[in-house]
């Protein structure tokens, strides 16, 4: 958290961070650190056994979060790059855009983490959640389509962001080849 901590104060210092990309970064930085503070504070008031659960738990938000943040920030990256007469056409001001990125940034963490819970709770509910022991009663079939469905939530950013940047390979790849041919 100290070198976490250090790296934002550097990073906030170095950057503009009005520019939506680095405002991005910046607050994909700032989560896990709130968590990781947060996490350190309620160790103080709960017992062990509760904490790890609530550590677990924000650990999983700060995942998700992460993977979220990169896929909105591979998005950015490609219409920087392959629509930036469109880009600079919709927003002359570049920093304009940075609080409808970081909207679409925590929208689209709080669309995924609400789709992730209510599916939980549909299909878990029915056999005792939120009670400790519920998991005993679930069927395997249901542990495994709750199982996927959670790795499913972290894939989805994870095949946007790769999509976006291997779009932007094959741009990249076509600018050397008209670069090649203009020789």
Same mark, same amino acid.
């Given at each position: 958290?100290?070198?976490?901590?250090?790296?934002? $104060?550097?990073? $906030?210092?170095?950057?503009?961070?009005?520019?939506?990309?680095?405002?991005?970064?910046?607050?994909?930085?700032?989560?896990?650190?709130?968590?990781? !503070? &947060?996490? !350190?504070?309620?160790?103080?008031?709960?017992? !062990?056994?509760?904490?790890?659960?609530?550590?677990?738990?924000?650990?999983?938000?700060?995942?998700?979060?992460?993977?979220?943040?990169?896929?909105?920030?591979?998005?950015?990256? $490609?219409?920087?790059?392959?629509?930036?007469?469109?880009?600079?056409?919709?927003?002359?001001?570049?920093?304009?855009?940075?609080?409808?990125?970081?909207?679409?940034?925590?929208?689209?963490?709080?669309?995924?983490?609400?789709?992730?819970?209510?599916?939980?709770?549909?299909?878990?509910?029915?056999?005792?959640?939120?009670?400790?022991? !519920?998991?005993?009663?679930? @069927? @395997?079939?249901?542990?495994?389509?709750?199982?996927?469905?959670?790795?499913?939530?972290?894939?989805? @950013?994870?095949?946007?962001?790769?999509?976006?940047?291997?779009?932007?390979?094959? &741009?990249?790849?076509?600018?050397?080849?008209?670069?090649?041919?203009?020789?």
């Amino acid at each position: 958290m100290t070198f976490l901590s250090i790296g934002i $104060y550097g990073m $906030y210092q170095g950057i503009e961070i009005k520019h939506p990309l680095f405002a991005l970064l910046f607050s994909n930085l700032i989560f896990p650190n709130v968590a990781t !503070f &947060l996490n !350190f504070l309620v160790l103080a008031f709960f017992p !062990f056994k509760n904490w790890v659960r609530m550590s677990m738990f924000s650990s999983f938000l700060s995942l998700l979060f992460h993977t979220t943040s990169w896929s909105i920030i591979s998005v950015l990256r $490609y219409l920087h790059i392959e629509h930036q007469d469109w880009l600079n056409d919709k927003w002359p001001d570049i920093t304009k855009l940075q609080p409808i990125v970081l909207v679409v940034q925590f929208l689209a963490f709080v669309l995924l983490l609400l789709t992730n819970v209510v599916v939980f709770a549909l299909l878990a509910s029915p056999y005792g959640w939120p009670a400790k022991s !519920f998991l005993k009663y679930v @069927p @395997p079939n249901v542990q495994i389509f709750l199982s996927i469905f959670a790795v499913s939530v972290f894939t989805l @950013p994870v095949i946007v962001s790769g999509i976006f940047y291997i779009l932007l390979g094959a &741009l990249e790849n076509k600018n050397r080849q008209s670069q090649y041919r203009k020789r």
